[in-house]
């Protein structure tokens, strides 16, 4: 498929291409080459944004570029680098300092992270649910744990209050010369 001048292995990268080329018409349609700093500022996003791959973004970005290493306005070292997405070295090469790392074994070391922040989770998980365990069975307020020993204690302290209450009134009757409710009801 041919765009732009160039041709393209694929029909999936010529589409691709078509999609810069409009987005291209896009950019120039709306850009004022009066003001540089703005024309820096959509270089610097297009480039974090990786809004061109193709050969005709790529020519697009140089474009930019060269106009901002013209500007006296514009320090050249603010004018960042075009990334190129793509290797053009034999990939046949047995030298495997340029060799890419494989996607799968980026994927891999990526699932490897997560388990592992995964792990770390549950054990600070495990961990908070034993700490509630252990403030539950030791806490002075009933739940399932100690609420029987908690109710049994309770009733025992009321019959000690009941019984401590009973021997000071029969104490004060006694001090009173009271016989008790059976002595007022024969009066």
Request: with cysteine; net charge negative.
């Amino acid at each position: 498929m041919e765009t732009g001048g160039f041709s393209f292995y694929t029909e999936r990268d010529g589409k691709l291409a078509e999609a810069e080329q409009r987005k291209i018409e896009y950019l120039e349609a709306r850009i004022d080459y009066t003001r540089p700093e703005s024309i820096l500022h959509v270089y610097d996003k297009t480039i974090q944004e990786q809004l061109f791959k193709t050969p005709i973004g790529l020519l697009y970005l140089k474009k930019l570029q060269d106009f901002l290493l013209k500007q006296p306005t514009i320090d050249p070292t603010r004018v960042k680098a075009i990334p190129l997405y793509e290797t053009y070295t034999d990939p046949r090469s047995s030298s495997d300092v340029d060799k890419p790392i494989p996607k799968a074994v980026r994927k891999q070391e990526r699932e490897k992270a997560r388990f592992q922040i995964s792990v770390a989770l549950n054990i600070l998980l495990a961990l908070a649910i034993c700490a509630m365990f252990v403030i539950s069975f030791f806490s002075d307020h009933p739940n399932i744990y100690n609420y029987e020993r908690a109710l049994q204690d309770r009733y025992a302290s009321w019959e000690q209050d009941l019984t401590a209450r009973e021997r000071a009134v029969r104490d004060k009757e006694r001090e009173l010369d009271i016989d008790g409710p059976e002595s007022i009801q024969s009066k």
